[in-house]
């Protein structure tokens, strides 16, 4: 598995945010992580990162235990993230920011003097091309619309050479052609990539995932393919909130 | 003031620019450290002892503005390794040698053990606790200066530090001791100028922008705010061994809130980041200090009360945010 999380368990006093979840996502996935509002789906996403701290509970990085890792160890392992509201660095221009995140993971050495390393803006200029933000490099970011600051975060986090990435409702805010558009590159993105993607939208949803989790009152509702998430009465009465849905819902 | 190279590590500066716009900061800065380095020839040796103390104050500011400005960790205490440095500097040239590297080494060093003894803590913090932090351990620092007579002399100072000596003869002149002052700050000036702009410095800046962001690309941001820390702390020390130099005298007023705060404001005046910013406020903040501190019946300091509320009303960037256009804001939040 590319991911394994079991029994993880979060509280805030008395909310049980995250309830004794279990979640395995196989290498390669398109993983969807969906739920209403309050379901525990971005605590749930801190304790994956690193972010958040569990409880209780382990969560194993292709096989690997990391729960007492830290978020920079986890991200050095293979994991990275996009982060629900993408503020990324107002200082600085998009070839910047991805360079940023290239420096790091490349290899080479972050020294403290002037040194001029091409290859880091060559990649980082490849990765904006790939994620379509091909001739914005030079803008800085505050001047990004907000569609394109969320391209700019999948951008950062491919810098970081992950073989799971982590997208935090990255479709949050978007517009319609914003929203098309980043379907087109999730899909462009590299297979041997593991993703897990929580979002509210659920048309990206299955438009994109190949495998779904519902989470409900921090815990798992279901686990399955799109079809059977789409199908399941259990669903629909978490999203809608009643046990009669013949009465809310026509058809 | 001891700029060599003042374009600023500007992020929306374009890809290709155009000779002039490359070439007319290194243009100033020659002429700028050309006319500093003839200064005492036409200068009377009356300003020439101010234009000794402004350098020794721009590379103490330089050295806040690398946690200010390049790192984004506001220090109200940065005093404290300022003038620990001067103790240690002035101690060592009564003592054991004045002759010229040992001071400097040793305030340098000294600077760096009382960041990497107190940065330990206050890098964990952020924001308000950072300020209040290396606020009370600004204090501490001055406590300590005030009692432990047998080191510092107490309330009195530590008087009687002899003129700096380079190979054996002592900077007695005026215009030689500016001269040593400044070649040492400029190397400071340049060393943190060389930090701020290298991939090291835009990993900092990375983390004024962004912590949470940076440590989530893995950069163990604790790790960064420490080093710089101590860093800053170093170059804190070797201007606070420059002032012991120039004063021949250290009291605990060179490591006091008020010091710290006269800092802070040089690098808002300047515009935190720039580092040559902070430079043009140092010699803002010790020219009204000096010159109007006495004709106003003491009341310096009003006067940079003032000078600071227009500066933040007028200039929020400082007078380096003079040098670029504003930049547009975001067109969506």
């Known amino acids: 598995m590319a991911l394994r999380c079991s029994g993880l368990r979060r509280s805030f006093g008395a ?40 409880d209780a509970g382990t969560v194993e990085l292709a096989g690997r235990d990391v729960t007492g890792q830290s978020e920079v160890a986890r991200c050095r392992l293979g994991m990275s993230q996009t982060m629900q509201h993408a503020s990324l660095f107002a200082s600085m221009t998009a070839t910047e920011t991805v360079a940023l995140a290239v420096q790091r993971h490349d290899g080479g050495r972050i020294v403290p003097w002037p040194r001029r390393r091409p290859a880091v803006r060559e990649r980082a200029e490849e990765l904006l091309a790939g994620v379509g933000l091909a001739g914005r490099g030079s803008t800085p970011v505050p001047a990004l619309s907000h569609g394109e600051r969320k391209q700019l975060e999948v951008a950062v986090a491919l810098a970081c050479r992950p073989s799971l990435l982590l997208l935090d409702e990255p479709a949050a805010g978007m517009s319609a052609a914003e929203r098309a558009r980043l379907v087109e590159v999730l899909a462009e993105l590299p297979a041997d990539i593991t993703l897990l993607i929580v979002e509210h939208d659920l048309d990206l949803v299955f438009s994109v995932a190949d495998a779904v989790t519902v989470l409900h009152l921090g815990e798992v509702l279901l686990s399955g393919t799109p079809d059977e998430v789409r199908a399941s009465e259990d669903v629909r009465e978490a999203y809608l909130g009643a046990k009669r849905r013949e009465e809310l819902f026509l058809g | 003031m001891t700029a060599v190279e003042t374009r600023t590590p500007a992020p929306d500066a374009p890809a290709e620019p155009s000779g002039l716009r490359r070439g007319l900061p290194r243009i100033i800065a020659v002429v700028v450290l050309v006319v500093l380095a003839a200064a005492p020839l036409f200068l009377a040796p009356f300003a020439t002892t101010t234009l000794t103390r402004i350098v020794v104050f721009a590379l103490f500011a330089v050295s806040l503005d690398l946690l200010v400005g390049v ?34 080494l040793v305030g340098a060093a000294t600077g760096a053990v009382a960041a990497a003894l107190t940065g330990w803590i206050t890098v964990r913090t952020g924001g308000v606790f950072f300020l209040m932090l290396t606020l009370a351990i600004g204090e501490t620092v001055q406590q300590l200066a005030n009692t432990w007579e047998d080191a510092t002399g107490g309330a009195n100072g530590l008087t009687g530090v002899p003129s700096v000596r380079i190979g054996g003869e002592p900077l007695v002149n005026a215009g030689l001791l500016y001269w040593y002052v400044l070649a040492v700050g400029v190397l400071g000036f340049v060393l943190v100028w060389l930090v701020a702009r290298s991939p090291w410095g835009a990993a900092l800046r990375g983390i004024r922008d962004n912590e949470p962001r940076m440590r989530a690309v893995g950069y163990p941001t604790a790790v960064y705010k420490y080093a710089v820390f101590v860093l800053a702390g170093s170059v804190a020390g070797v201007a606070g061994s420059l002032l012991a130099a120039q004063q021949r005298l250290v009291t605990p007023a060179d490591l006091s809130f008020l010091t710290s705060s006269f800092a802070l404001l040089a690098v808002v005046i300047g515009g935190a980041g720039s580092l040559w910013g902070a430079c043009l406020g140092a ?3 010790v020219l009204v200090r000096e010159t109007l501190g006495a004709s106003l019946d003491g009341h310096g300091p009003l006067v940079l009360g003032l000078v600071f509320v227009l500066v933040v009303y007028l200039l929020p960037r400082g007078a380096a945010g003079l040098r670029r256009p504003r930049r547009e804001p975001g067109r969506s939040p």
Not at chain 1, 32 to 47: D, Q, V
Not at chain 2, 77 to 89: N, S
């Open chain 2, 283 to 285: 010699a803002v903040v």
């Open chain 2, 71 to 104: 790192t984004g960790l506001p220090s109200l205490g940065h005093a404290a390794y300022f003038g620990a440095g001067a103790y240690a500097a002035g101690w060592v040239s009564i003592n054991v040698t004045a002759e010229a590297p040992v001071p400097l």
């Open chain 1, 15 to 54: 909310l049980a945010a995250v309830d004794g979840v279990d979640l395995e996502v196989a290498p390669g996935a398109r993983h969807a992580l969906i739920g209403p509002n309050g379901a525990g789906k971005s605590t749930l996403f801190k304790l994956v990162t690193g972010t958040m701290r569990a």
